[in-house]
C-alpha cells in the first residue's frame, strides 16, 4: 500500500507546486504595462515668472581616491519651478536630496570634482544629471537646477 502511496502523494506535491510557480511567475496583464509606460504628467506652463525653491542645507559631498579622502565639496541649489508648485518641491525634499547626494556621490566617483572640476562641460552634465533627478522625484513642474555656491576643500 506504501508503494503505492508515495508516488502518488510525490506527484500531487509536484503538480502543486508548478501550479503555485505558473501563477506567481505569469507575467503582468497588459493593462499594468501600459500603465507603467504611460507618459509621465505634463504641466501647462502659464508663462507666470518661475519660482526659485532653495534646498534647506547645503550638500557636502566627499572626494575619495585611493589614498583615502582628499577633499570636501560644498554646494548650495536651488530649484526653478513653475509658478505655484515651490511647496511641492518642500514637501518632497528629503527624498530629492537623497537623489541628489546619489547623484552627486557618482559625480565625484567618476572624477567630476577632480581637477578643474568648474569647466563648463562637467558643469553642464552635473546640472543636466540633478534636473533629470529632480523631475523623476518633484515632476516636470521642475524647469532648472541651479548651483548658487560650490567650494572644494582640500582635508
Known amino acids: ?7 502518488i502523494v510525490l ?11 505558473a501563477i506567481l511567475l ?3 496583464p497588459a ?17 507666470a515668472a518661475p519660482e526659485f525653491a532653495r534646498m534647506n542645507n547645503q550638500f557636502v559631498v566627499p572626494v575619495v581616491s ?3 579622502m582628499e577633499a570636501l565639496v560644498v554646494m548650495a541649489i536651488s530649484l526653478e519651478v513653475m509658478a505655484g508648485h515651490t511647496s ?16 552627486l556621490f557618482d559625480h565625484a566617483n567618476i572624477g567630476g570634482f577632480d581637477g578643474a572640476f568648474t569647466r563648463a562641460e562637467n558643469m553642464n552634465a ?7 533627478t529632480a523631475r523623476s522625484v518633484v515632476g516636470p513642474e521642475i524647469r532648472d537646477v541651479l548651483i548658487l555656491d560650490i567650494a572644494r576643500q582640500r582635508t
Not at 511641492?88 to 547623484?103: C, G, I, Q, Y
Open 1 to 7: 500500500m506504501f508503494k503505492l502511496l508515495l508516488p
Open 11 to 21: 506527484m500531487l506535491t509536484g503538480t502543486g507546486v508548478g501550479v503555485g510557480a
Open 26 to 28: 505569469q507575467p503582468a
Open 31 to 47: 493593462g499594468d504595462e501600459a500603465a507603467a509606460s504611460a507618459p509621465p504628467e505634463v504641466v501647462a506652463d502659464t508663462g
Open 66 to 68: 585611493d589614498n583615502g
Open 88 to 103: 511641492k518641491v518642500h514637501s518632497r525634499e528629503p527624498k530629492l536630496r537623497d537623489a541628489f547626494l546619489r547623484v
Open 126 to 132: 552635473l546640472r543636466r544629471a540633478l534636473v533629470d
